[in-house]
C-alpha cells in the first residue's frame, strides 16, 4: 500500500510537469518513456519520504530530477523575489565546456509542490534562450508569487533535443 501511494504522488507531480518531462528525459526516449524514466529515477532517488509518525510521504524539493542526461551541467544564480515580484531573472556564465555549444537551450521549472493537492507555481519550460544569451527570464504565475517556498530546477538541451544536461536545483526563498 506504502509503494502505491508513492507511485500515485509521482504520477500526480508528472501530470503537472508533463512539457518538461518531454525535454528533461528525451535523451532516454530509445530505451523507455520519458514518464517512466522520471518515474524510475524519482521513486529510488530520495525525493519522496516516508514519515512513520503520519504515516504518509512528503517531498525533499532538492532531489527532484526532471532532467538527466551527457550534456554538461551549468551553474546558474538569480535575483531573489520580492513579495509581488513577477520575474526572476537567472543568469549563467557563457564560457563553454566539454560538450556544451552556444546555441543549446535552457529549460527553466518553477516549481512549488509539497505532495497530491499541491498546484501552485508550475511553470511549463522556458525554452526560448540560447546558452549564448547568458540570462533569461521567468515570469511567475499568479500561484507562485503568494508563496513562501519555490524550488527552480535548471537544465540545458541541444538545440536539435539530442542531449540534456542534468538539471540543476536552487532554492527561491520570497522574502
Known amino acids: ?8 504522488i509521482l504520477i500526480h507531480l508528472s501530470s503537472l510537469i508533463q ?3 518531454r525535454y528533461g528525459f528525451r535523451q532516454y526516449r530509445a530505451v523507455m518513456t520519458e514518464f517512466n524514466k522520471f518515474v524510475s529515477i524519482n ?6 519520504r516516508w514519515n512513520a509518525d503520519t504515516l504518509s510521504w512528503y517531498a525533499v524539493a532538492n532531489q527532484l530530477e526532471i532532467s538527466k542526461g551527457s ?4 551553474p546558474v544564480t538569480f535575483t531573489g523575489v520580492a ?9 549563467w556564465d557563457t564560457d563553454l565546456v566539454a560538450n556544451q555549444s552556444a546555441t543549446d ?8 509542490y509539497s505532495g497530491p493537492g499541491s498546484q501552485g507555481g508550475v511553470l511549463t519550460p522556458s525554452i526560448a534562450y540560447q546558452r549564448s544569451t547568458g540570462t533569461a527570464e521567468v515570469v511567475l504565475s499568479e500561484a507562485a508569487q503568494s508563496t513562501q517556498a519555490l524550488g527552480m530546477y535548471v537544465y540545458f538541451m541541444r538545440a536539435d533535443g539530442t542531449i540534456v544536461s ?9 522574502v
Open 71 to 74: 550534456l554538461q551541467s551549468t
Open 1 to 8: 500500500m506504502m509503494f502505491r501511494a508513492r507511485f500515485s
Open 43 to 48: 521513486s529510488k532517488n530520495g525525493f519522496l
Open 19 to 21: 512539457g518538461t518531462l
Open 166 to 174: 542534468n538539471n540543476v536545483y536552487q532554492n527561491v526563498p520570497v
Open 105 to 112: 537551450q535552457i529549460g527553466i521549472l518553477v516549481l512549488q
Open 83 to 91: 513579495d509581488g515580484d513577477t520575474v526572476i531573472t537567472v543568469n
